[in-house]
């Protein structure tokens, strides 16, 4: 998927900034989601917890913009457009990237729960989950022993 210049899919009603820049003294959040509306409601609690949070519409951006972002958590969806969830975070690794993970899917979380954490992701959260055991996992993800610097 292209992607806008200086705006993406998920902006389309002028809401979210396509490079929304995380603050420095802000935790890092990498949300990758293609479902606009799940994004927004992601990158809505993120921020108002004080996270820095930053939208890939497709795994294929995160990959891309790898060599700009700091070390953070990633929040990545299953199912989405080009390269999956897993296959993201396959690739991650192979590059050395070891930064916490969380998976998200709209199906059966134990399908793919073992695959998901031989690749050392700390969970998967099945769609809807609450805000609470979300923000939860992101904060044990981003705890200082979990985050390489």
Request: a negative charge.
């Amino acid at each position: 998927m292209r992607a806008h210049a200086g705006r993406s899919h998920l902006a389309s009603g002028g809401v979210l900034p396509r490079e929304y820049a995380c603050l420095s003294d802000l935790p890092a959040v990498y949300v990758v989601e293609d479902d606009s509306s799940v994004a927004r409601s992601i990158f809505i609690m993120l921020e108002l917890t004080g996270f820095g949070p930053r939208l890939f519409e497709t795994a294929d951006d995160l990959l891309a913009a790898l060599g700009s972002l700091a070390p953070g958590c990633l929040v990545i969806d299953l199912n989405l457009p080009g390269t999956n969830g897993l296959a993201a975070l396959g690739e991650l690794r192979r590059r050395g990237i070891d930064w916490p993970a969380l998976m998200m899917t709209g199906e059966r979380a134990g399908e793919i729960h073992a695959e998901a954490t031989a690749l050392g992701a700390a969970t998967v959260l099945e769609k809807p989950f609450s805000t609470e055991l979300f923000l939860g996992e992101v904060k044990r993800a981003l705890a200082p022993a979990a985050l390489p610097v």
